[in-house]
């Protein structure tokens, strides 16, 4: 319990969602000098760093967006030439994206950008805390994800939160 009584995930949340409203602020401009949205920027690397091509429902789940805006964020960076819609062999309707050679350049272009906003934001921080932090999350989001799945969470998940 914190000082005031709070459990530690209450203070960690309120704190995580303060820092959200400052990323939601601050992150799209990173993407502007290529004519990317927020969104856009967030769906494009969604698709790229995607273990395997993701769905619009995927990737909505993942963000915590509604179906219907990944779908119009995707349908724009269709229409740039930045993703495609494959076929889905496990699904008729619920096409697989992937990102096109120029959606590829213009992430390069936002994640260098990106890279030095980053080191910016963070000097004379500790790189192990910061992965120390990011092990922590990743735990409790996927304790978060097997619980609303109805499921134990997996124990492999990363470290006891601290």
Do not use: C
């Not at 704190?15 to 990173?30: D, F, K, Y």
């Not at 272009?109 to 906003?117: E, I, K, L």
């Amino acid at each position: 319990m914190s000082a005031d009584g709070l459990h530690p995930l209450s203070v960690l949340i309120d704190e995580i969602l303060r820092t959200r409203g400052r990323l939601v602020t601050t992150t799209p401009a990173l993407g502007t000098e290529e004519g990317l949205t927020g969104s856009q920027s967030l769906v494009l690397a969604s698709v790229i760093r995607a273990v395997q091509p993701p769905t619009v429902p995927q990737i909505g789940r993942s963000l915590g967006y509604t179906r219907q805006a990944v779908q119009r964020t995707a349908d724009a960076l269709a229409d740039r030439g930045l993703i495609e819609f494959v076929d889905n062999p496990d699904h008729k309707r619920a096409r697989r994206l992937v990102p096109t050679d120029d959606g590829r350049a213009v992430d390069e272009a936002v994640q260098r950008r990106s890279h030095a906003w980053a080191t910016r934001i963070t000097e004379g921080m500790d790189p192990g805390d910061l992965t120390a932090a990011t092990e922590t999350l990743r735990a409790l989001r996927t304790r978060l994800e097997a619980e609303n799945a109805g499921r134990a969470p997996d124990r492999d998940t990363g470290p006891e939160p601290r």
